[in-house]
T-cell receptor, first 116, second 114 residues
Framework: EAGVAQSPRYKIIEKRQSVAFWCNPI?????LYWYQQILGQGPKLLIQ????????DSQLPKDRFSAERLKGVDSTLKIQPAKLEDSAVYLC??????????????FGPGTRLTVL | AQSVAQPEDQVNVAEGNPLTVKCTYS??????LFWYVQYPNRGLQFLLK??????LVKGSYGFEAEFNKSQTSFHLKKPSALVSDSALYFC????????????FGDGTTLTVKP
């Protein structure tokens, strides 16, 4: 089966610009996650969707970050305006609804963002 | 708040020797525990998980992990390390009582030398 797809793979922008990342989860996976992984740290959950509803966005900086999953399939994460500290790899993951929260997550290759 | 600690940034072992990568966690409810591996220029891959039952969990590539509730630990082990096991390993916890929110440790770099 096809894995989690993300685009672009790399993005370089200047501070105060906006950027958007796209994710297409594994077909049939109800739960979609966006993580931020800063160099030398583990992934930090930004937002978790179940179908097209938000389950958790407690760590999403809502003044500049937004995410949507309108049709319950693919998702977009946007940063507007970007700051230097947003430089990181943005990971998308998905998991089936099946057994609930004990399901493992399947990760995409990530988008490496550099903010200059 | 839930948390995961991986106390060692780096673990070095010789090929053929046993390896252990340590993980401790803190969560208010019942934990679901996971190990993921990240190879260079590749995404995170699932290795194994503890949900309930046997404290010793077996996973991919010959890895296993032992859940210890009293010590709140979930150490990753392998009896005989391979050079190809060299990678970045992440421990993660999910709390069923917290909508299944995932928290990852900061990772441990495993280097297996020939």
């Amino acid at each position: 089966e096809a894995g989690v797809a993300q685009s672009p793979r790399y993005k370089i922008i200047e501070k105060r610009q906006s950027v958007a990342f796209w994710c297409n989860p594994i077909s049939g996976h109800a739960t979609l996650y966006w993580y931020q992984q800063i160099l030398g740290q583990g992934p930090k959950l930004l937002i978790q969707f179940q179908n097209n509803g938000v389950v958790d966005d407690s760590q999403l900086p809502k003044d500049r970050f937004s995410a949507e999953r309108l049709k319950g399939v693919d998702s977009t994460l946007k940063i507007q305006p970007a700051k230097l500290e947003d430089s990181a790899v943005y990971l998308c993951a998905s998991s089936p609804l099946g057994q609930g929260v004990n399901n493992e997550q399947f990760f995409g290759p990530g988008t490496r963002l550099t903010v200059l | 708040a839930q948390s995961v600690a991986q106390p060692e940034d780096q673990v070095n072992v010789a090929e053929g020797n046993p390896l252990t990568v340590k993980c401790t966690y803190s969560v208010s409810g019942n934990p679901y525990l996971f190990w993921y591996v990240q190879y260079p220029n590749r995404g995170l891959q699932f290795l194994l998980k503890y949900i309930t039952g046997d404290n010793l969990v077996k996973g991919s590539y010959g890895f296993e992990a032992e859940f210890n509730k009293s010590q709140t630990s979930f150490h990753l082990k392998k009896p005989s390390a391979l050079v190809s096991d060299s990678a970045l390993y992440f421990c993660a916890v999910r709390d069923r009582a917290n909508a299944g929110k995932s928290t990852f440790g900061d990772g441990t770099t495993l280097t297996v030398k020939p």
